[in-house]
């Protein structure tokens, strides 16, 4: 009996160093290292080095490369002639004295430094820059970075001179170095000084050497960018080039960290799924993949910019990281095929890129129309995608029939117990035959305390005796594993959770509980620390897995028993951090799973304690 305490002792005791270890040291580190990885930023300089290319190969650039787009192997360095901007475009102001401390004023003045092409569409506002071309000012109309309706959109991509800039840009790769090509310094000529849905923007630029530039941007009513790329050779002499796409992103950004969800780089190649985390990016510098089709991004929880070759051509991709003062970089980017181009002739390619919210049936539709491979894989539905993808349909039947997310999870957290009814049934009536028998287990545990063989043959005998299999309880819920996850899966990842208020306190169910018990639920005006932050739902949900452990039978072994009753507030700390809707969703399954097995007991006559 001693050596059991003791060792409920060390369980207790291990949990709590590995929580103190957690937000005593642990987490104060993390955020000292973030505050030191800033500080860094904002010293960062424009100008990365760019390792020598391989000979012979027209080569991307590295993150960060932003004078120059494009590294070609031989190639001379040589000035681009600057034109003037489009008539109409929006032109640079008056400098801005000093330094703005708010974030939206410096991203104001940095936007005001260049010429620009404003981009505004019912869900996209933004602009593109002229010098370079590079898409690098993109927000979310239809997302706004809280629940305040007055907050500000979620911004996508940002351009150089500001923290973390976050852009794309495409162009051409020549196949010798002694051809003038576009790059990030070259200044475009705009025929209009908007892009909206149904009216493009058209871009030109002269290399003065006989070859003529252009390059068509649309955008449809959602987020998906067509970028046509012209080139009309008139030299007297053939030349070669290559298109490419690029996505640049600076910093690290900040990410969930579960396990469960990809947040990074990623791509599908000739139809293959690959994902790729900036810690693994980190040790590989590089990761190249031929591929005929398919797509190339970078991806956070809710948010995809992607590129979308032509989904014929075979394409050479990239996954890169480089660091410049400490400052991490990353890009994905493709290559594509050769295009000889003979002298009184032309080359056009067509290339799309993809920058907004990743919802489901918006990618889905993509991929039906436009036959982009697997671009539904953009949304992390994980190992279970056969039974995810349709738990994420019925869910969204249930939104578009109820028109609200909060009752559409109530509903199919129902339809799906009803499934597995019977399943559950069975193993709830073996359990409470467990339970039935649970004062004669009790006896032959006494009885032959001491003589453990003779304990197991008088528990077999008695199983056989009462046709009770202590294993059958057990299948059924295993078999439903798989579900629960896969719907766990779909709560978290969905963006149609995100700032969809429950009742009552809860105003953005993909956010945590606001409340905590150690301030009374906000009636003491004090905010304890994030560690501290367990409020009403994840009690409630301890409370259901504790009313649900006590309907169960005691484990044989006491130890295992006293264990198994520090699990519900072991969960309930680490659940307090989850997202709202999954607390709930939890708690609402919990009710159900106990509704259903007491009713199961009552009938057979079990006594419930």
Known sequence: MMDQRNLLLAVVFSVGILLLWQFLYEQPRQEAQLAEREAAQQQEQLLAPTAPPTPGMAVLPTPGAQPSAVVVPGARSAVTPSAPPAVGALFPTAPVVGAPEDPGAMRAAVLRQEPRIRIQT??????????????DDLTLASYR?????????????????LERPYFTQFGWVAASGNVRLPDAETVWTADNNQLSVNVPVTLRWDNGAGLRFTRTVSIDENYMFSITQ??????????????????????????????????????????????????DLDDAGQIAQKTTGGWIGITDKYWLVALVPDQKAEMQTNFRHTVNNKIDKYQADYLGGAYTIAPGAGATVNNRLFAGAKEVRLLDAYEEKLGIARFDLAVDFGWFYFLTKPIFYVLAYFYDLLGNFRLAILLLTVLIKLL?????????VSISAMKKLQPKMVTLRERYKDNKTKQNEAMMKLYRDEKVNPASGCLPIVIQIPVFFALYKVLFVSIEMRH????????????????????????????????????VWPIMMGATMFLQQKLNPAPADPMQAKVFMFLPFVFTIMLASFPAGLVIYWTWNNL??????WVIMRRMGVKIT
Do not use: C
């Open 230 to 279: 012209t080139v009309v050779n008139n030299s007297s002499m053939p030349v070669t080039l290559y298109p490419y796409g690029l996505i640049s992103r600076t910093g690290v950004p900040d990410t969930l960290g579960f396990y469960i969800l990809h947040e990074g780089l990623l791509g599908v190649f000739d139809g293959k799924l690959k994902e790729v985390d900036y810690d």
């Open 122 to 135: 019912p869900r996209l506002h933004g602009s593109i820059r002229l010098k370079g071309a590079q898409i």
């Open 592 to 597: 159900l799973s106990i509704t259903q097995q």
């Open 500 to 535: 969809t208020p429950f009742y009552g306190w809860i105003q953005d169910l993909s956010a945590p509980d606001p409340t905590t018990l150690f301030n009374l639920f906000g009636l003491i005006p004090w905010t304890p620390p994030d560690f501290l932050m367990i409020g």
């Open 145 to 161: 970075e809280t629940v305040k309706p007055e907050s500000a959109e979620i911004t996508l991509l940002s351009p150089t001179g």
């Open 420 to 428: 597995f009814f019977p399943l559950a049934n069975k193993s709830y």
